[in-house]
């Protein structure tokens, strides 16, 4: 019967969500931008991203740019773990406890792997560049460049080991890094950025990226034009200095350091937990060839 088929089957089985499936694993959407991928109706799209929702592989968020917007976003985690599920539906053999080398890639959460990186991933989840490829160079951005993308950029390039060409930029850059992102980046990842300052993006609008990566639904709307076609991937990730528990207002940085113990610093190492996992499942993609030159 097909309601004994496995939850994954049975939601990825069909052609429409299977396109939505496969467009959103490349970043995050809005409903009319997935109907004009899509080539399908507004109604028909907005039905079978409903059932992707129900079935828990896909989230939205309000778009902080246009309440009215919601963005769409692909929980590969929860994919990796629904794909594993299916595997053993149909043999237990396939169960990736009895076969390493089926399971899904995963968050590395045990600190006694490494002290200061409770939220790390496992050292082999980085995969090597060709031997002839250049390094990717990558471009984050967010509005005020104070706290998700300069996060994103020290997270990359700490994942990487400096394989991958890391750059932030904002469109409207602050005075000074957020302080509850330093201490994040210091406390959870063992990073110091202290000495890092905010940048305009049109100090790189000259540049040369593989990647253009938005992780602000406001910037994502007023990105300059850069050279060579660089891939354009969105993340629509709240600013954590915006969130009510840290009391810091729109996005304003606060007075003073906050501690690992703090409601605020909670909020921004929830949103560093959420960007190292969405770089986690964007290093496969840098590195599965070589950069175009």
């Known amino acids: 019967m097909a309601n004994s088929l496995p939850v994954f089957l049975r939601l990825a089985a069909h052609p429409l969500r299977w396109r939505l499936l496969t467009e959103l694993a490349a970043g995050d959407y809005r409903v009319r931008e997935l109907v004009e991928l899509a080539g399908q109706p507004q109604n ?28 769409y976003h692909l929980d590969l985690d929860r994919c990796a773990h629904a794909l594993a599920t299916t595997g053993a539906a149909l043999h237990p053999a396939l169960h990736p406890a009895l076969h390493p080398a089926l399971r899904p890639p995963t968050l ?105 990566i938005s992780l602000c639904d406001r910037v994502r709307e007023v990105f300059p034009h850069f050279p060579g076609n660089p891939r354009h991937l969105h993340w629509s990730i709240p600013d954590p200095a915006a969130d009510p528990t840290t009391g810091s207002g729109s996005g304003q940085a606060a007075s003073a350091p906050a501690t690992s113990a703090t409601s605020a610093t909670s909020a921004f190492a929830r949103t560093a937990a959420e960007i190292d996992t969405r770089i986690h499942y964007l290093l496969p993609i840098l590195t599965s060839q070589e950069a175009q030159t």
């Open 108 to 212: 590395d959460r045990s600190p006694a792997s490494r002290p200061h990186e409770p939220g790390s991933h496992a050292p082999h989840a980085v995969p090597a560049l060709p031997p002839s490829a250049r390094r990717p160079r990558v471009l984050f951005a967010c509005t005020g460049n104070s706290a998700r993308s300069p996060i994103a950029e020290a997270l990359l390039r700490h994942r990487t080991g400096g394989t991958v060409e890391a750059v932030s930029a904002g469109s409207h850059p602050r005075q000074r890094l957020h302080p509850d992102a330093v201490a994040v980046l210091h406390e959870h990842y063992g990073l110091d950025v202290r000495d890092r300052h905010p940048r305009h993006l049109d100090t790189v609008s000259g540049r040369r990226f593989d990647y253009v």
């Open 44 to 71: 028909l799209v907005s039905y079978h991203l409903r059932l992707l929702r129900d079935g828990g592989l896909v989230t939205a968020r309000r778009s902080t740019h246009d309440a009215r917007d919601s963005y």
